[in-house]
C-alpha cells in the first residue's frame, strides 16, 4: 500500500537558517503529493502541493519538487524564521480512486531567535 | 478559505463511557469526511471515510461498533467513541473534502480532539 516517509524531529534551528525536511514515498502510478502545516492549537493547513512529476510546490517562502525517479517531495525555505515554528507533514494521495491522504509521522521544527 | 471547527478539542472521561466528537464545516458543504487518529510520534491514520447520508466505510482493523460514525448533514460528522479505554486514548482529527473547492484548499482539517480515558 502507499506510505510516506519523513524525517524524524523535532528539527531545532536558528533564525535565518535553512531548512531542510525529507520526505520520500512509496505508491503506485502517480500519486499528488502535500505539505501540511500544524501551528500549535490549529488544525492541518495546506503548505503547498504538486500533482505530477517535476512540478514545484511553492508558498510562503516554502518550496518543494515533486521528484519521481527518487520517489521525494523534500520540503526547503531558504530562511526560516520564528513563526515557522510548528509541525510539518507529508502526504500524498493515490491516483487509484481512494481519496483520503495517506500521512508521513510528522516533523517538529523548532526555530530559535 | 474553507474552515472545519472540531470540538471538543481535549477531553478525559472515565474507562467505560462515551464520548462524542463534532466536525462541522463552518462555510462550505462536507461531501466526505475522513475522520483520522494519531499516536504520538507516529503518522495520522485513516480510521473511516464517510459521504453524506450513507454509511461509514471503516479501514481495516477499526472497529465500526466501537467507533460510530454519522454524517448526516453536509455540515456536520460527528465520532462517538463508545466504551472507551484506556487504550482508546489517542489524537482524533476529522478531515473535510468539499469537492467544489478542494482544487484550491486541498482537504480541510479541524484541530483535533485529544481524548484521554482514565
Known amino acids: 500500500g502507499d506510505s510516506v516517509t519523513q524525517m524524524e524531529g523535532p528539527v531545532t534551528l536558528s533564525e535565518e537558517a535553512f531548512l531542510t525536511i525529507n520526505c520520500t514515498y512509496t505508491?503506485?502510478?502517480?500519486?499528488?503529493l502535500f505539505w501540511y502545516v500544524q501551528y500549535p492549537g490549529e488544525g492541518l493547513q495546506l503548505l503547498l502541493k504538486?500533482?505530477?512529476?517535476?512540478d514545484k510546490g511553492s508558498n510562503k517562502g516554502f518550496e518543494a519538487t515533486y521528484r519521481k525517479e527518487t520517489t521525494s517531495f523534500h520540503l526547503e525555505k531558504g530562511s526560516v524564521q520564528v513563526s515557522d515554528s510548528a509541525v510539518y507533514f507529508c502526504?500524498?494521495?493515490?491516483?487509484?480512486?481512494?481519496?483520503?491522504?495517506?500521512f508521513g509521522s510528522g516533523t517538529r521544527l523548532q526555530v530559535q531567535p | 478559505g474553507a474552515v472545519v471547527s472540531q470540538h471538543p478539542s481535549w477531553v478525559i472521561c472515565k474507562s467505560g463511557t462515551s464520548v462524542k466528537i463534532e466536525c462541522r464545516s463552518l462555510?462550505?458543504?462536507?461531501?466526505?469526511m475522513f475522520w483520522y487518529r494519531q499516536f504520538p510520534k507516529q503518522s495520522l491514520m485513516l480510521m473511516a471515510t464517510?459521504?453524506?447520508?450513507?454509511?461509514?466505510?471503516?479501514e481495516q482493523g477499526v472497529e465500526k461498533d466501537k467507533f460510530l460514525i454519522n454524517h448526516a448533514s453536509l455540515t456536520l460528522s460527528t465520532l462517538t467513541v463508545t466504551s472507551a479505554h484506556p487504550e482508546d486514548s489517542s489524537f482524533y482529527i476529522c478531515?473535510?473534502?468539499?469537492?467544489?473547492?478542494?482544487?484550491?484548499?486541498?482537504?480541510?482539517f479541524g484541530s483535533g480532539t485529544r481524548l484521554t480515558v482514565v
Open positions: 478531515s473535510a473534502r468539499d469537492p467544489l473547492i478542494v482544487t484550491l484548499y486541498g482537504y480541510t
Open positions: 504538486a500533482t505530477k512529476a517535476d
Open positions: 464517510s459521504n453524506e447520508g450513507s454509511k461509514a466505510t471503516y
Open positions: 502526504a500524498l494521495r493515490g491516483d487509484t480512486g481512494r481519496r483520503a491522504l495517506t
Open positions: 462555510d462550505f458543504q462536507a461531501t466526505t
Open positions: 505508491a503506485t502510478g502517480y500519486p499528488s
